[in-house]
Nanobody, 126 residues
């Protein structure tokens, strides 16, 4: 099993940037892809971005197009979510998780992901 730990959250003003990290340990060689999700108070968990572990292919939610990017450092077993031009509506707890089945590539359903990290809080002030 893979264990994931998120870090890098914080408080930032609208228009600012943050870089989140998702560090993986354990059976990382079995990882298909890593996804980022977020959950604001009172709302459902929402897909943000995903990256294939071996190929680096990505897909993302329309809400972050042109503002967020995702990368991975295979040597460090870490996935990064670079968030630019942040908006107050980006405020949420951000989680990373592993895609459970490779054939589900492209899914935005949280149920298709597992080994969730504990999350990191991102707060964007207006």
């Amino acid at each position: 099993q893979v264990q994931l730990v998120e870090s890098g959250g914080g408080l930032v003003q609208a228009g600012g940037s943050l870089r989140l990290s998702c560090a993986a340990s354990g059976r990382t060689f079995s990882t298909n892809a890593v996804g980022w999700f977020r959950q604001a108070p009172g709302k459902e968990r929402e897909f943000v971005f995903a990256i294939a572990w071996n190929t680096g292919r990505t897909y993302y939610a329309d809400s972050v197009k042109g503002r967020f990017t995702i990368t991975r450092d295979s040597a460090k077993n870490t996935v990064y979510l670079q968030m630019n031009s942040l908006k107050p509506e980006d405020t949420a707890v951000y989680y990373c998780a592993v895609l459970l089945e490779a054939f589900r590539w492209g899914t935005q359903n949280p149920s298709d992901f597992g080994s969730w990290g504990q999350g990191t809080q991102v707060t964007v002030s207006s």
